[in-house]
């Protein structure tokens, strides 16, 4: 079932990576239930090796890419956001008090927490793009025109799959003119 899964998660990341135009640097947020992907209720069967196994795609594809992986926490944490300390300053996010365990915070983020060099947690990142796995809520997370992007991929486990990437706000009215590129 781990290979399975891994396998989702890359294929869904790649497809997400082919439409969400990113730059380098962009905050990618993926938040997770792996009580879902289990077939649980949500908050009730986290699982260490599937936060794992997800947190080591995600930070491989996002690393290769020279993007930033977001680590989006359960609501015991009020959904707070690890990231690389070096995401934090480029960004200007402030920090926040809190490490993820697994029954506050969630194995996916605890995993990621435990993978990065220097880890830490802020209150909210606006994301370019991000995975929810497990219905965990991620839109308070991205900037504010978030897209549904459609993947191969519906299912991580057995937790249903949303994918969304970002664009720029359109304003000025009709007598504007739009750049096809950031739709």
Known sequence: MIDEIRLQVKTALEELFKEAKLEKGDLVVIGCSTSEVMGQKVGTYSTLDVGRAIADVAYELTKERGLYLAAQ???????????EREAARLWGLERVNAKPQLHAGGAFAMSVWDKFSEPCAVEKVSAAAGLDIGGVLIGMQLRPVAVPVRTSVDMIGKARLTV????????????????????
Do not use: S
């Open 164 to 183: 969304a990437r970002t664009r720029p706000k359109f304003v000025g009215g009709e007598r504007a003119l739009y750049v096809d590129e950031l739709r």
């Open 73 to 83: 926490c359960c609501e015991h944490l009020n959904r707070a956001v690890i990231v």
